[in-house]
């Protein structure tokens, strides 16, 4: 397709279990963007990559999340360790360009809802 | 997401229009956004206004821009029962810089009654 696909759509785990979430930005896309969407914090931004530059890691509640994009393209975000309180909807959004200038509309994928029993 | 704010909820009957309201806080957000978020979906985007536009217009939706006062609202006008969804405002922070993020409002959700 040509929208941002993110996987799984859904993922239950055990508390102290790893988790990698899977983000494919659209196509041509250099800009790509997590944020985090959950009962008690609203929308938050997690972590931004642009290029080859080195990525924006303001928003990341912890040591325990960490993020990765390989090529240029695909991005996983791993949360270590997990806590109930990482459970949440994960959101992965791509736009054309991120900085220098101009600004760009920022498109979203479907989510991935991570539950932490 | 608590620097920007809206209402929780609003209820209106199919027909009529649709008034949502946002307040920012950043005085330099250049350009401002209204995302739409249907039950198990992602956000979509609906619309944007530039900082430098006092209104915008798009089909059923007319966003108006009071920078004075960092308000920011959406109207929608013959409002559908599929326009029932929760909507995000949202403002861009770190333009020109190293990085655009979204800093997004804590959701309107529009409940429209057949």
């Known amino acids: 397709g040509a929208g941002v696909s993110q996987s799984p759509s859904n993922k239950v785990t055990e508390k102290g279990k790893d988790v990698e979430l899977r983000c494919d930005p659209i196509?041509?896309?250099?800009?790509l963007y997590w944020y985090r969407q959950s009962l008690g914090q609203g929308l938050e931004f997690l972590i931004y990559?642009?290029?080859?530059?080195?990525?924006?890691k303001s928003g990341l509640p912890s040591d325990r999340f960490s993020a990765e994009r390989t090529g240029g393209s695909v991005s996983t975000l791993t949360i270590q360790r997990t806590q109930q309180e990482d459970s949440a909807v994960y959101l992965c959004?791509?736009?054309?360009?991120?900085?220098?200038?101009?600004?760009?509309?920022?498109?979203f994928g479907p989510g991935t809802r991570l539950l932490v029993l | 997401g608590e620097d920007v704010e809206q209402s929780l909820f609003l209820s209106v009957r199919e027909g009529d229009s649709s008034v949502i309201n946002c307040t920012y806080t950043?005085?330099?957000?250049?350009?401002l956004y209204w995302y739409k978020q249907e039950p198990g979906a992602g956000l979509q985007l609906l619309t944007y206004?530039?900082?430098?536009?006092d209104m915008k217009q798009d089909q059923r939706l007319t966003v108006l821009l009071n920078k004075k006062d960092k308000h920011l609202s959406l109207r929608i006008a013959d409002t559908q029962t599929g326009d029932s969804a929760i909507y995000f405002c949202?403002?861009?922070?770190?333009?020109?810089?190293?990085?655009?993020?979204?800093?997004f409002g804590t959701g309107t959700l529009l409940a429209v009654q057949p």
């Open positions: 950043d005085s330099s957000s250049t350009y």
């Open positions: 959004a791509s736009s054309p360009r991120g900085a220098g200038g101009r600004v760009e509309t920022q498109y």
């Open positions: 949202a403002e861009i922070r770190g333009y020109g810089g190293a990085t655009n993020k979204l800093i």
């Open positions: 206004i530039f900082s430098n536009m």
């Open positions: 196509s041509g896309h250099t800009a």
């Open positions: 990559f642009q290029g080859n530059s080195a990525p924006d």
